[in-house]
């Protein structure tokens, strides 16, 4: 049995690492999906082009609007001041702009009537929410500095503290979710495509009547993706360290655990969608359906806290929330041993039931 | 030998009933726009409630309690009490709770003898799709209790009035689904034809198409034709939705925006066909499919990641992207009303792009076929 077995990981081992091109990609993809979210994408509002129309007398709003081109968030427009903000707004010309009340603002503030009105497009939803605490910030400070105010103490004050990523980098969220999307896409779609390239071909039929047992066929095909899963992990995990300086607080054995646990619960759907498809577009579409809403779910992008129950439910069954949370959890926060225990626990309680499953349907189709 | 409308409707219609026949292929790619239009819509709310907040209170007075209070009624947080500071933040470590509030045992004492009253306020750093928001609300927090409590109300000199353009309500849901049909095209359309097409040169049929009188552009022509269709339809089905179901305003002109539509279909569905052309093995396509058409799809196109925030190569590089430009025309027309002229450059670009990737498809193609 070890023998055939071995046998069996030889030639899926090969098989898959045979093509040159092949070979790249699987190694490749990680890096440029690492640098991607780690470097190119963030919800960080920056250049947003900012029009404030002010006059020489009007001091105030003059550095309302130097402090805020002082900061990255902003660019100055570049538009006549005397255009009219919302044709500039429509145009896209301009992503804000500050209008002050007749007379300028500094004068209105004298006369004690103020009202300064913020026009953004909101078309981001999340930007323009930005753009907005920011700027009410500066104005509250800048007018504070310039009218003499004194600063009054609030009576009741939070003393805030970020833990665990204390600059709020964006590496530092992102990059443990893509390592958790690069595990399953490596491990589940190329083991449910391998499997049905042998259906497609024909050669499954040569498997069944060869002198082979069913598990043996079964390992044979699903073991060589583990090992490939698990092979990428010092990969990103390194370049998660090095490359982005991600910390890695945690223990590399509670990490290499878990994600031994999640690479074989993605080897095992990535099996259970193969006895579904008759060919490798339907496997990969199926890898897809499945895909979309595990990593949306996954709190990665959008959080948990929000969804509606359904969803919520979606999530909780869904191995990348549980994989996410480990790595957030491990990396971070240096891994909470029960935390851990329990979705380990939780993935490796998937694993079992969909491998059962699909070893299930897999024997049926084989008979 | 010139080109032959009847032979490609022939290849065409072998391609339908390719697709037809097999109806996994064709539930999926009807399915995932549904699936994915249901899942955006009702899953997304960039605005963040039931923050579970751990909450020790050494205090034990009427105040302290009036500050949990503002917490919990804020509509924000969900209360959890600890039962020491350690346990707050075994909290957050255990993934308990998003935050946690510590109120020291002399709070009311500095309060009333005149001096700010500080609690502590920690949050988890390792989740971003809550701490942001979290930080913005502590502000307007902080506010409340002071002027419940304290009776605490500082003039404003100000009023600082926001007004919000083309989304006054803020509504995430229209920020994300007019984008989302880019998304769901991109799908369709690169990975689709890519597979199908690989398909053929993986069994060796295309050899044996190329050696019938069919022409080579013929042969793209019909093969491609009824993912453009599948394309199409998923993109009427993702505006419908967008429409009826999460009633996401359209001020602009269909006309404009189904022009944007098709450019990008032509632009992707040649992307497709080069990467079938160069990769010739289903599996090896599906991951360029993936690199160069589904992950720019989602990360580089703006969709939810705002372009102006990536460093300046990046920037560049999404010009040579036509996610990107459908992108700007699909919230435009959606949310602004643009008009063909107003949206001039992002047309030209895309424009450019379907031009090109057609030309490089194509000779490909037939450089590929000459003996």
Redesign the interface.
């Given at each position: 049995m070890m023998g055939t077995l071995a046998g069996f990981l030889g030639k899926e081992m090969k098989q898959a690492l045979r093509?040159p091109?092949?070979r790249i990609?699987?190694f490749l993809?990680p890096i440029?999906?690492l640098i991607?979210?780690g470097?190119?994408?963030?919800?960080?509002?920056?250049?947003?082009r900012l029009f404030v129309q002010f006059d020489s007398a009007d001091i105030v709003l003059q550095h309302v609007s130097e402090r805020a081109l002082a900061s990255r968030w902003f660019l100055p427009a570049n538009a006549d001041r005397n255009s009219d903000p919302?044709e500039l707004?429509?145009?896209?010309k301009i992503d804000a702009a500050v209008i002050p009340p007749p007379g300028g603002?500094t004068r209105a503030?004298a006369r004690g009537d103020?009202?300064?009105?913020?026009?953004?497009?909101?078309?981001?939803?999340?930007?323009?929410?930005?753009v907005?605490?920011y700027?009410?910030n500066i104005?509250?400070r800048v007018?504070q500095e310039d009218?003499k105010?004194e600063p009054?103490?609030?009576?009741?004050?939070?003393?805030?503290?970020?833990?665990?990523?204390?600059t709020?980098e964006?590496s530092?969220?992102?990059v443990p979710g893509v390592m958790a999307m690069l595990m399953i896409?490596n491990t589940m779609?190329?083991t449910s495509?391998?499997i049905t390239?042998e259906k497609e071909m024909g050669t499954f039929e040569m498997l069944i009547s060869a002198p082979v047992t069913v598990s043996e066929v079964v390992f044979g095909k699903t073991i060589p993706y583990m090992v490939l899963g698990m092979a990428t992990l010092p990969l990103i995990l390194g370049v998660a360290v090095i490359g982005f300086n991600v910390p890695m607080r945690g223990s590399l054995l509670m990490i290499t655990i878990a994600s031994l646990a999640f690479v074989c619960t993605a080897v095992a759907i990535g099996t259970l969608i193969s006895t579904?498809?008759?060919?490798?577009?339907?496997s990969?579409?199926?890898g897809?359906?499945f895909l979309?809403?595990a990593v949306?779910?996954s709190?990665?992008?959008?959080?948990i806290?929000?969804?509606?129950i359904a969803?919520k439910w979606m999530a909780y069954v869904d191995p990348v929330t549980h994989y996410l949370?480990l790595l957030?959890?491990i990396m971070?926060?240096?891994g909470?041993l029960?935390?851990a225990l329990q979705r380990i626990g939780i993935l490796t309680l998937m694993a079992l039931v969909t491998g059962y499953i699909s070893f299930k349907r897999f024997h049926t189709t084989l008979q | 030998m010139s080109f032959r409308w009847s032979r490609t409707a022939a290849i065409a219609r072998k391609e339908v009933f390719h697709v037809l026949r097999d109806p996994f292929t064709l539930g999926l790619a009807l399915g995932l726009p549904v699936f994915m239009v249901l899942l955006f819509g009702f899953a997304i709310e960039f605005n963040v409630k039931n923050v579970h907040l751990a909450v020790f209170d050494a205090d034990h007075t009427r105040t302290s309690r009036q500050v949990i209070d503002t917490f919990g009624s804020s509509g924000y947080f969900i209360i959890d009490r600890v039962p020491s500071p350690e346990g707050a933040f075994h909290a957050l470590s255990g993934d308990h709770d998003r935050a946690a509030l510590i109120i020291p045992g002399d709070f009311q004492k500095n309060l009333y003898a005149g001096r700010t009253a500080q609690a502590q306020l920690l949050l988890d750093g390792s989740d971003n799709s809550t701490v942001g928001p979290i930080i913005s609300y502590i502000g307007s927090i902080q506010t409340l209790a002071g002027r419940r409590i304290a009776g605490f109300d500082p003039p404003e000199p100000v009023h600082f009035k926001s007004r919000f353009l083309f989304n006054s309500e803020l509504n995430s849901r229209w920020f994300v689904i007019p984008g989302l049909a880019v998304v769901v095209m991109a799908i369709l359309a690169v990975l689709l034809t890519a597979l199908a097409v690989a398909r053929e040169w993986e069994n060796g049929s295309m050899e044996l198409l190329l050696s019938t009188p069919v022409q080579p552009l013929e042969i793209i022509v019909g093969k491609l034709a009824p993912y453009a269709a599948l394309g199409i339809a998923a993109l009427a089905f993702v505006y419908l939705m967008s429409r009826t179901v999460f009633a996401v305003p359209f001020r602009g002109s269909l006309l404009v925006y189904g022009v944007g539509c098709l450019l990008f279909l032509g632009a992707y569905l040649a992307q497709g066909l080069l990467i079938s052309v160069l990769t010739r093995n289903q599996l090896v396509a599906m991951q360029v499919a993936i690199m160069t058409g589904l992950i720019p799809a989602n990360l580089l196109s703006g969709f939810v990641f705002p372009i102006e925030s990536m460093p300046a190569f990046f920037q560049y590089l999404t010009m040579i992207m036509p996610v990107r430009w459908l992108t700007v025309i699909a919230r435009e027309s959606y949310l602004k009303g643009a008009t063909f002229t107003e949206m001039w450059e992002p047309f030209a670009a895309l424009t450019i792009l379907c031009v090109v990737m057609v030309l490089l498809a194509t000779r490909k193609f037939k450089t590929d076929l000459e003996p």
């Open positions: 093509d091109r092949m990609l699987l993809a440029v999906q991607l979210f470097v190119a994408i963030s919800n960080d509002v920056k250049n947003i919302f707004l429509r145009a896209g603002l503030i103020a009202d300064l009105q913020l026009l953004v497009n909101a078309t981001n939803v999340l930007q323009a929410q930005s907005d605490s700027l009410r104005v509250t007018v009218m105010l009054l103490e609030a009576p009741i004050r939070f003393d805030t503290r970020v833990l665990y990523n204390a709020l964006t530092y969220f992102m896409i779609i190329l495509m391998s390239r579904f498809a008759q060919n490798q577009q339907q990969m579409m199926g897809f359906l979309f809403p949306l779910l709190g990665l992008f959008f959080p806290e929000n969804m509606p969803m949370a957030r959890n971070l926060k240096g909470e029960d935390f | -």
